[in-house]
């Protein structure tokens, strides 16, 4: 009877075969960043603001159809649409008026890029004179079904003007299920509902600046998850928000949640997108585009099935350039 003996194999010396020769490792690479993996926000504002914007994809209405044009041309696929309201008032009522700032930049965005994926936010903060994301009772609690009837016909205004997905931010356990019934009802069964898992940080600070999005007082942290537990309380928000009807889910930020993407990833199978916020693209700024190329392929690579960043016009400018 022969014996066959395992011999061990000499440790390799030099340069590994699968890294040497280009070719070999662009076999080998696995999944790139592209293009079409981002999104990017657009911030609606009045049209004759002056001064600079702060932020990337902050446009007046007017120059929204030029944005998206560029947008659409480097291959960026989504865009996600935030408006700068107006005629505020405590019940949110232009939030819901025929033409307001949000219905004109979803309009324009559409029209130019019909297959550019357009998400749109569905809260309160911008249209409420307090700038809180629910509205109040007179006692100064959570009017629950106003704000599930503000944020449901506010999904449905967003669809019926050509929104692809809406995103209930207020992470009120109910909303969900209220604005999946209600674009049910009318009609948009084929319009997805992508909730925010929101972390409480520091990092919105320049979105809420630019936006005036700031509570008047106070702060939204019973509506976020706290920093401290959220690897566990994301996974838990996420089951209830895909029990109520979520077909896919945003986590922000990510820069500070790397872990939580994890996490998140091996829990869920709906598509999550990772939203790096206004302060992580002020904090990633001085890497210029090559290395936030480098942090939005770590969050691909994390799990992430879309980016949705400010630095999507630098990055997909660098790809192409690299592409060309």
């Known amino acids: 009877m022969t014996v066959l003996t395992e011999r061990t194999a000499p440790p390799p010396d030099g340069i590994n075969p699968a890294r040497a020769r280009r070719v070999v490792r662009a076999l080998y690479a696995g999944p790139t960043l592209t293009a079409a993996d981002l999104s990017a926000p657009l911030l609606a504002l009045p049209d004759g603001a002056s001064g600079e914007f702060s932020l990337p994809g902050a446009t007046a209405l007017a120059g929204i159809p030029a944005t998206v044009a560029r947008w659409s041309g480097l291959g960026i696929a989504g865009v996600k649409v935030f408006a700068y309201g107006h005629d505020r008032d405590s019940r949110a009522t232009a939030a819901l008026a025929p033409g307001n700032r949000m219905v004109t930049a979803i309009s324009a965005a559409k029209a130019t890029a019909p297959d550019t994926a357009v998400t749109t936010e569905v809260c309160g903060c911008s249209w409420t004179d307090h700038g809180e994301c629910v509205l109040r009772t007179d006692d100064g609690g959570i009017d629950l079904d106003a704000t599930y009837r503000l944020m449901a016909a506010m999904a449905v205004q967003h669809a019926d003007t050509g929104a692809d997905v809406v995103s209930p931010t207020a ?49 939204r942290r019973g509506l976020q998850l706290e920093p401290g537990r959220a690897d566990q309380d994301a996974i838990t928000q996420a089951r209830r928000w895909v029990t109520e009807g ?35 693209w002020r904090a990633f700024s001085a890497l210029g585009p090559a290395g936030m190329l480098e942090y939005m392929t770590m969050l691909k690579r994390a799990g992430a099935d879309q980016i949705l960043t400010f630095a999507a016009e630098a ?5 192409e350039t690299r592409r060309a």
């Open 315 to 319: 990055t997909a400018t660098l790809l």
């Open 171 to 219: 992470m009120l356990d109910g909303s969900v299920r209220a604005v999946r019934q209600a674009l049910d009802e009318a009609g948009h069964r084929d319009v997805g509902v992508n909730p925010n898992l929101a972390i409480h940080t520091s990092l919105y600070g320049p979105f809420k600046t630019l936006m005036n999005t700031d509570p008047q007082s106070g702060h």
């Open 246 to 280: 979520a077909d896919s889910l945003t986590l922000q930020p990510v820069m500070t949640a790397v872990d939580v993407l994890l996490r998140l990833r091996d829990d869920q199978r709906v598509p999550i997108v990772a939203y790096s916020t206004s302060g992580e």
